[in-house]
Every structure is written in C-alpha cells, then in structure tokens.
C-alpha cells in the first residue's frame, strides 16, 4: 500500500523531478507533485510524494527530515487526509457596491459630483 508523505519547505525552484530524484535515494516513489499556485504557476513551498512501501515511507522521514534540498531544509511527515470543508458562499455582501469597497457617499463637495469614490 502506498504511503503519502508532505514535504515542507521547499524552494521555489523545486519541480516535481527533482523532489522524485530526492526520494528515490530512499525507495521507489510512486508520484512525487509539488504545488503550485493556480494563477502564478509560482510554486507554494511544499508538496507530496507517494512511496510504494510503508516501510519505504518510514525510512524516508527518518533520513530525508531536516536534510538539505535546492539550499533549504525540508520538513518530511505523513500526509494527513483533506478535511471536508463546508460549502463557500458566494453572494455579494449588502455593504459593499460591487467594487470591493463599502459605499461612502460624497460628503465634502467639490470635484466629486458624479458620486465617484
């Protein structure tokens, strides 16, 4: 059975075949992802590898914890679960107009006459 371990503390120059080569030294690695930012692309600092073997995971945490990849330390753990999350609610708030902004009327005369922020 295959054991997900988390990665912590990766650079951002870290990619998915350098953090499979990091852990092949220890065992045979079934997928190895680092996570990435949907918008940038820019990588987030961690990332997952799955072993093949519980013992291989195990190993893995022991030897590869604290040691040095692309210039930094990694934190290596088992990966818990994805916890349910409720579901996001998307309605506009009633205090803000849209923009992002709360509403705010013009009150000091002036320049601002057409009701612009």
């Known amino acids: 059975m295959a054991t997900r371990l ?7 120059d870290t990619t998915d075949d350098k953090l499979r080569d990091f852990f092949s030294q220890v065992g045979t690695v079934g997928s190895a992802t ?10 987030k600092g961690f990332g997952f590898v799955e072993m093949s073997t519980d013992a ?14 692309d210039g930094r330390d990694v934190a290596v753990n088992t990966a818990r ?18 923009g992002g902004r709360p509403f705010r009327r013009n009150t000091r005369g ?8």
């Not at 988390?6 to 951002?12: D, I």
């Not at 680092?34 to 990588?43: A, C, E, N, W």
């Not at 995971?57 to 030897?63: D, H, L, P, S, T």
């Open 6 to 12: 988390f990665v912590g503390g990766l650079s951002w």
């Open 34 to 43: 680092v996570i990435t930012d949907k918008f940038t692309g820019k990588s």
């Open 56 to 69: 291989e995971a195990e190993e893995a945490i022991k030897k590869l914890n604290g040691q040095n990849l």
């Open 81 to 98: 679960p994805m916890e349910e999350r409720g579901p996001r609610n998307f309605e506009p708030r009633r205090d803000f107009g849209g």
């Open 110 to 117: 002036g320049d601002n006459r057409r009701g612009r922020y």
